[in-house]
């Protein structure tokens, strides 16, 4: 059953019922139900209007709420700044590698959920790549029934809540090579790998970044790729199939024996 975690304006679904779900991190509010016609799980990450900023958000309570309510695969949907002044705004995005040296949560913990010691479950994470190359193909094959560019590329999740400096936005697209970035995104990727969930990011070009155009995007710009970043995400949650055999998982754990 996919799950999907949704963001900036995405704050419910019709149709699906609202499930709390206690987690040893806390409690997270799940909308449960059918999506298209098969049953689906959808999480915005915000809360109801926007009431949780980036630093709000308890990554950790989410993700194994998620896994917890029978998630076997996970799509964050993220509205993403774009940091290539080549790109069209208003496209698809997907994501093939992830910039998030920080490793941390909003606040300051380790990004894991590794987080007792001698727990059996306890591990390293070796990932090849963050991002599921089986679910992002699916994702990738409806966004080009949609749009005519998508792009993929590398995401680069910042810390927030404020927006990047010019010489930040500079620094992250010249020294890491990022294409496109968003606040939220890194510790959904990190933990879901860490609970063995397949996960893949699929995004939406809103504006360009900070210095990336000779002028800042207009707001009316911005306001209506919201809007169709909303439209988009919807159709991915009604129409993204998981395959009958589901998804395998495509990293590795390293454990220790008690």
Request: hydrophobic share 40%.
């Amino acid at each position: 059953m996919f799950a999907f975690i949704t963001g900036s304006g995405f704050y419910d679904y019709p149709g699906l019922k609202r499930v709390r779900v206690e987690t040893r991190f806390g409690e997270a509010t799940v909308l449960s139900g059918r999506a298209g016609g098969r049953e689906a799980l959808v999480l915005p990450r915000h809360g109801d209007n926007h009431e949780r900023l980036p630093h709000h958000i308890n990554h950790r309570a989410h993700l194994l709420a998620l896994k917890e309510a029978g998630a076997t695969a996970v799509v964050s949907l993220s509205v993403c700044g774009l940091l290539r002044g080549d790109w069209p705004l208003a496209r698809p995005l997907l994501a093939d590698d992830l910039y998030f040296p920080e490793n941390r949560l909003p606040g300051g913990e380790p990004c894991t959920v590794f987080d007792r010691a001698g727990a059996p479950d306890r591990g390293h994470l070796l990932a090849s790549s963050f991002f599921h190359s089986g679910v992002t193909e699916r994702i990738e094959a409806l966004a080009g029934e949609l749009f005519e560019d998508p792009r993929r590329g590398i995401y680069g999740s910042v810390l927030g809540p404020r927006f990047n400096s010019a010489a930040e936005i500079r620094a992250l697209a010249h020294a890491a090579g990022v294409d496109f970035i968003s606040q939220t995104c890194g510790p959904e990727a990190v933990l879901a790998n860490e609970l063995e969930l397949p996960y893949a990011l699929v995004g939406f070009g809103v504006d360009y970044a900070n210095g990336v155009g000779e002028t800042p995007t207009p707001v009316e710009t911005l306001r209506k790729n919201l809007g169709r970043a909303n439209a988009f995400f919807t159709e991915v949650i009604e129409r993204l199939v998981e395959p009958d055999e589901g998804f395998s998982f495509e990293n590795f754990i390293y454990r220790f024996e008690s």
